[in-house]
């Protein structure tokens, strides 16, 4: 079975130009979670949805960051415009229900120069 | 406001002995927490997970214990293996035993190396 899919593995781009990062979760997962790990502060929350809708983006942090889920099986985060601090590795997870762990993608290695 | 805690940022471990790694939290109202293994260049796994009307979960050679009264919960890996070297996070959620959806808080997390 095809686990949580994240694109780009790898993006380095200039600040201020628009960053689009995707995933597509797992199959039948109801539940969709945006992450970014940092080495200040671990990995942190930014957005969750369930069943498409929302839930939680009290982590994200501030209105140069968006995300959107169109339908069950696609996400994306933007950033724009982008920022060096923004330089981090982002993680898409999904769950299959609500007392399922969470199945996590390999990440998104993002560098703003 | 860290609400989940790894005081330990390391931990060196020789093989065949056992591993203990720590959690700390603040939250009362946490009622799952979950432990996820992460090698490098790769995403967390999730290990073994703990409901709060339990204080041991077994699975192979991972246990974690959790002690409400402390807040705290440990992963004991007995044995350790070479291929245990990894950082491990703990996480935690509430409201797991009123069915409400919940998200996870990580914590930040403790590189285990175990040594031949």
């Known amino acids: 079975d095809a686990g949580v899919i994240q694109s780009p593995r790898h993006e380095v781009t200039e600040m201020g130009q628009e960053v689009t990062l995707r995933c597509k979760p797992i199959s039948g997962h109801n539940s969709l979670f945006w992450y970014r790990q940092t080495m200040m502060r671990g990995l942190e929350l930014l957005i969750y949805f369930n069943n498409n809708v929302p839930i939680d983006d009290s982590g994200m942090p501030e209105d140069r960051f968006s995300a959107k889920m169109p339908n069950a099986s696609f996400s994306t985060l933007k950033i724009q415009p982008s920022e060096p601090r923004d330089s981090a590795v982002y993680f898409c997870?999904?769950?299959?229900?609500?007392?399922?762990?969470?199945?996590f993608g390999d990440g998104t290695r993002l560098s703003i120069l | 406001d860290q609400q989940v805690k790894q005081n330990s940022p390391s931990l060196s471990v020789q093989e065949g002995r056992i591993s203990i790694l720590n959690c700390d939290y603040t939250?009362?109202?946490?009622?799952?927490f979950l432990w996820y293994k992460k090698y490098p260049a790769e995403g967390p796994t999730f290990l073994i997970s703990?409901?709060?009307?339990?204080d041991k979960n077994e699975d192979g050679r991972f246990t974690v214990f959790l002690n409400k009264s402390a807040k705290h919960l440990s992963l004991h890996i007995v044995p350790s293996q070479p291929g245990d070297s990894a950082v491990y996070f703990c996480?935690?959620?509430?409201?797991?035993?009123?069915?409400?959806?919940?998200?996870?808080?990580f914590g930040t997390g403790t590189r285990l190396q175990v040594t031949l």
């Open positions: 996480a935690a959620s509430r409201g797991v035993n009123t069915g409400t959806a919940s998200k996870l808080t």
């Open positions: 997870a999904s769950r299959p229900g609500l007392h399922q762990p969470q199945h």
């Open positions: 703990i409901s709060s009307i339990k």
């Open positions: 939250n009362s109202m946490f009622d799952y």
